[in-house]
């Protein structure tokens, strides 16, 4: 039988490991301009801001407009626009830049902009907007302009509505009918309610389930305009056709804006308790009143000003349930002839005369940090307030779906946000518990730990005593809420940083332990083409594939290979090796079992003979260019023993006749690795005396906390019993990179972040344990329930590769590390001295002679967090061997210089201090073991 690649790894033993840890050093100063943060809090990171791709869904908008006159430039600042956060962008279609001649559309300009927001995970909802001056009663394209009203202008205004929803109504599901048609007195609600009847039935015959946004009224709540508007809608029987009302409404203390928006909601819940309402524009000016113009304009602002008034803004609607558009992303200059002229300094980003951008202002770092953390997992609790010991004070309390943290959100309400404000100490109760709370500023994303004295368990509220309120919102959030970034490491130590990992092809490793998951092709839920370019550079030199029998066999006796050569072949060529899983049935034969996960094996003749057949073709086919054959997948959950075994030995001997050497894999078991399942098969089988079939037991770990190897421990009992020289695979092991409903590891807050750190835990350990490896899986996988996201490539909806997440990168800078160059250390003892109960898992290696090494090592106690705060621990290594060493964070791929003061050696004893260590492996190495990216 063909030998495990990696068998030079021996076992690892106990011996004289020390450690003892301390905590984190200092961070920098906080630039200059921001408010000074809470004394006597310790500052422990900040917050990790997440693109529009990272989230899964919120209710924030920011507001994209005016692009219609050419006085914002999206090419300019679409760069800005993913790292924001938002999942939606307000836009305006711009009837008259869409049609300058009669009856010719030139959509080029919202070409370039539709689709490319869509891509990085912002879906545009479009407003419907203005008139068209080609035509006589068509109204003007400015901001305060009159609807179009002629017969003619109403007709070609019904062929661009059509013509621009059939164009993107693949990409745009939210269409709102006109900007402020308040603003201009020549627009009645009983006229502008016939319009938008007939703009709706247009937008529905091209698009029957699209979404309505009615009015974007600019004054609130104008019932004068309001109320016959929605007389004649509700006389028509329309009021089907509004989904969502728009509001505008500017304050110059946005905390005063709420009795008259309740007063809007109450009025309209008269007419139909189904409309929703969501704030469709509003933000301050960043500048002195002199400079800006639009609402607000009457008052001095500066960018600090701004920013607290934009997150007053949002989080004062976001406690209240109210879904907000922040306006705006980009400051506009207003051209004369419009209804103003020039620059509203709303927008979150600077930009320069040409409207290319300067810089992000404070607002939008801002923006980020609220956009980050209120997703669509964090929910308004019941009640929805604390109890503060002062007047004028806003305070909502949330819960985090599926981890149930607790997150307050506070700040003074009493006047419009100053320049300089004088905290308040304030007494907060608030209902649910906490076990780190942690203070957030928002405005400049740092986090505080709020020390112990300050706060208290009350029954089953919370109490935090003296904490700093300012005329903003901060937070007092459960630390593991969000996801925390702390100074990277040359910050906070005297470590140099020597630059990056760098990163090995396929080709260019001999060979190693790792695999990765390629599997679901079968059924078309990934497609090769679409991720092959980052396989070869990922350094796995192994691929896992499904054969696809129902793929390959469509008409009895009939094979169709092409999609399968594609693969196997191109695999090959960039240096990856395919294991082929033997799977799943086939409906073309009676009995010929399920064509998916948890189906049943084939059972009757007919279709035994034919798996038989099929498994005879496919050895032959591929047998020059693939050793690993795998047996089916997962039958522990749906498949009898007895069904298996028997499958088993008919697959097994049909591969030995046709390849002797290769290598038979059998059981690919389920998540919780069935021990007593592969006992009873193995049982028969040893009965039929056909346990020399079997060269590798392969079996799917998905756990929470990837070092518990109670079941594996008790699966390697149980082989050995029948057979000491069947080795066991890791087939299958990965995790989410967000929330999932239906798949292994499911309704858990997981994050890229988190992603990254467990596939290095899942692999290290496994590889510490003389374990083959399979990371499951290259891609995100489109079911037909939802989607599996463990792919380390994040997909868009049609399949294609949005990004690389970070856990790609981090296998990356495994496999460039940990290929046939180490051996994994029998005899280098340690001893661990445990830090606050802290558990640590740590492996020893060497490269070849034995005269250098790597170490891994990181805490091992707990599911691993979105928190990176690293302790500082000393460590004393028995029968070491290190001349340059270095440490290495394997998630993020960054080598430093461990200074000669914080390591020394005694006899064959190596003492190191202050090495940093969190739930992630580090790396202690010596330093020609690590190849260095060259400086770009």
């Known amino acids: 039988m063909k030998k495990n690649r990696f068998q030079n790894l021996g076992r690892w033993v106990a011996g004289i490991l020390l450690a003892s840890c301390t905590g984190t050093g200092s961070f920098a100063q906080s630039p200059a301009g921001l408010p000074a943060g809470p004394q006597n809090f310790k500052e422990i990171g900040s917050v990790k801001t997440r693109s529009a791709k990272e989230i899964k869904a919120s209710s924030w908008s920011i507001g994209g407009e005016t692009m219609d006159r050419d006085y914002t430039d999206y090419q300019s600042y679409k760069k800005y626009l993913d790292a924001l956060g938002a999942k939606r962008i307000r836009l305006q279609g711009g009837w008259a830049k869409c049609e300058k001649v009669k009856g010719k559309y030139d959509f080029a300009w919202l070409d370039a902009v539709i689709p490319d927001a869509y891509s990085r995970g912002v879906n545009p909802w479009v407003e419907l907007s203005y008139g068209n001056p080609i035509y006589e009663g068509g109204g003007e394209p400015k901001l305060a302009g009159r609807i179009p009203t002629s017969p003619e202008a109403l007709e070609a205004w019904d062929k661009w509505v059509k013509a621009i929803v059939n164009r993107y109504k693949g990409q745009v599901t939210e269409w709102e009918i006109w900007n402020e048609p308040d603003l201009n007195p020549k627009n009645t609600g009983d006229e502008f309610a016939d319009f938008y009847i007939r703009t709706a039935n247009v937008v529905r015959s091209q698009q029957p389930n699209a979404k309505f946004l009615a009015l974007g009224i600019a004054g609130v709540p104008r019932l004068e305009f309001l109320k016959p508007f929605l007389d004649k809608i509700k006389a028509k029987n329309a009021l089907d056709l509004i989904d969502v009302i728009t509001y505008h409404g500017y304050a110059p203390n946005p905390d005063t804006s709420y009795p008259k928006i309740e007063e809007m909601r109450n009025f309209v819940a008269g007419y139909s308790t189904k409309i929703g309402f969501m704030q469709g524009e509003n933000g301050a000016p960043s500048t002195h009143s002199s400079v800006t113009i639009g609402a607000l304009r009457q008052f001095d602002w500066t960018e600090l000003s701004q920013a607290k008034w934009d997150l007053r803004r949002m989080l004062g609607d976001h406690g209240r349930g109210i879904a907000t558009n922040l306006f705006t992303i980009s400051d506009i200059h207003y051209a004369a002839g419009d209804h103003m002229t020039g620059v509203n300094t709303k927008g979150i980003l600077k930009t320069n005369p040409d409207k290319t951008i300067d810089r992000p202002k404070l607002a939008y770092k801002a923006a980020q940090h609220v956009f980050s953390i209120f997703d669509s997992e964090m929910e308004a609790y019941p009640g929805n307030t604390a109890a503060t010991d002062h007047e004028n004070q806003s305070a909502f309390i949330y819960k985090q779906k599926g981890t149930g943290n607790t997150v307050i959100t506070i700040w003074g309400n009493e006047a419009r946000p100053a ?503 580090i790396l202690i190495a010596e330093k020609s073991l690590i190849r260095l990216a060259k400086a770009l």
């Open 419 to 921: 320049e300089t404000y004088t905290n308040k100490r304030t007494k907060v109760t608030a209902s649910g518990s906490f076990k780190e709370p942690v203070y957030v500023d928002l405005i400049s994303g740092k986090v505080y730990e709020i020390p112990k004295a300050n706060w208290k368990k009350e029954g089953g509220n919370s109490v935090f005593n003296a904490i700093p309120v300012p005329d903003y919102p901060v937070l007092i959030a459960e630390k593991s809420a969000f996801g925390l970034a702390t100074a990277s490491l040359d910050e906070k130590s005297t470590f140099k940083y020597l630059g990056k990992i760098a990163p090995r092809d396929a080709k260019d490793i001999k060979s190693s332990n790792w695999s990765v998951g390629a599997e679901m092709m079968d059924r078309d839920f990934t497609i090769y083409n679409n991720w092959k370019e980052y396989l070869g550079k990922l350094g796995a030199k192994k691929a896992r594939i499904q054969s696809g029998w129902a793929k390959v066999e469509k008409t009895k006796g009939s094979y169709d290979w092409v999609w399968l050569d594609e693969i196997v072949y191109d695999m090959v060529k960039q240096g990856v090796k395919p294991w082929i899983n033997l799977s799943y049935g086939n409906t073309l034969y009676s009995g010929g079992g399920g064509t998916t996960l948890m189906g049943a094996v084939p059972q009757s003749d007919e279709a035994l003979e034919g798996w038989g057949k099929f498994v005879n073709a496919i050895v032959s086919r591929y047998g020059k260019v693939v050793d690993d054959w795998e047996v089916w997948n997962e039958p522990n959950y749906k498949v009898s023993p007895e069904g298996y075994a028997k499958l088993l030995v008919l697959s097994a001997e049909i591969i030995r006749k046709v390849q002797p050497k290769d290598n038979i894999i059998a059981f690919a078991m389920g998540s919780k690795v069935d021990y007593e399942y592969a006992d009873k098969v193995l049982a028969i089988m040893q009965q039929q005396n056909k346990i020399h079939l079997i060269d590798e037991i392969s079996h799917h770990r998905h756990i929470k906390i990837p070092e518990d190897r109670g079941t594996e421990i008790a699966l390697e009992a149980v082989v050995k019993k029948y057979n000491p020289k069947i080795r066991i695979r890791q087939g299958e092991g990965g995790c989410p990179s967000e929330w999932n409903d239906n798949f292994a590891l499911n309704k858990y807050h997981w994050s890229e972040q988190i992603q990254s750190k467990h596939i290095l835990r899942r692999l290290l350990t496994d590889l510490g344990n003389d374990k083959e490896s399979c990371l499951f899986t290259i891609m995100d996988a489109r079911y037909p329930q939802e989607w599996n996201h463990k792919g380390l490539l994040k997909a868009n909806n049609d399949k294609t590769v949005a990004y690389a997440k970070p856990a790609y990168y981090a296998f990356q800078n495994v496999t460039s590390v940990f290929d046939d160059r180490l051996t994994r250390l029998e005899k280098f003892p340690y001893a661990i001295k445990k830090h606050r109960d802290r558990k640590v898992s740590l492996y020893g290696y060497a490269g070849k002679g034995k005269q250098s090494q790597i170490v891994t090592a990181w805490f091992s106690d707990s599911i691993p967090s979105n928190v990176n705060d690293k302790t500082l621990c000393d460590l004393s290594f028995g029968h070491g061997s290190f001349e340059n060493p270095v440490w290495v964070d394997l998630a993020s791929g960054s080598v430093h210089e461990i200074p000669k003061s914080n390591w020394k050696k005694e006899g064959t004893n190596f003492h190191f201090s202050k090495i940093p260590m969190y739930d992630s492996p």
